[in-house]
């Protein structure tokens, strides 16, 4: 999230906020909220957040809490984008969906987060797309030394 504004830009400063429906209005099918989710690890920063409910919070406030994972000052925006956007190009886009999938669903494991975060992902965008099995692919170049090559338009 940027923190402030950039140079030469009139808009105002970006801001989030949370209102009373991140906090339990709509569970996930582990029984959680998003956000208990996130902070599964440290509940205690769930009720930190809902103090700042129905607040505008700038970059750094919500990087404090925990909701944005960094706060960029315009100085280095340009580049940091840049880094981020070639990493994420580097990897297969099936994969990242599957490991997507795979993390919405941490927490308490229920039938629903079996099939629909770890069956599902795994078996329909891993195993079987042209990135993993194709002639090209990650599991067939495995152990070789080749690079795999991804088509990067399948999600």
């Known amino acids: 999230m940027l923190i402030g504004q950039r140079e030469g ?16 209005a709509y569970p996930m099918s582990n029984d959680l909220t998003r956000l208990q989710s996130r902070f599964l690890g440290e509940p ?4 930190e957040a809902q103090k700042e409910t129905d607040a505008k919070l700038e970059a750094q ?48 494991e229920t039938m629903e987060t079996k099939i629909f975060a770890r069956l599902t992902a795994w078996q329909n965008w891993i195993f079987q797309r042209p990135n993993a099995v194709g002639e090209e692919g990650a599991l067939k170049r495995y152990g070789t030394g080749q690079k795999a090559a991804f088509d990067v338009r399948r999600v």
């Open 61 to 108: 406030e919500a990087e404090a809490l925990g909701l944005v994972t960094f706060a960029l000052d315009d100085i280095d925006w340009d580049d940091e984008i840049r880094v981020f956007m070639e990493e994420r190009l580097s990897f297969s886009p099936d994969a990242l969906t599957g490991m997507e999938a795979n993390l919405r669903f941490g927490g308490p």
């Open 9 to 24: 830009d009139n808009k105002p400063p970006a801001t989030v906020a949370l209102s009373p429906l991140n906090f339990g």
């Open 44 to 47: 205690a920063r769930v009720a």
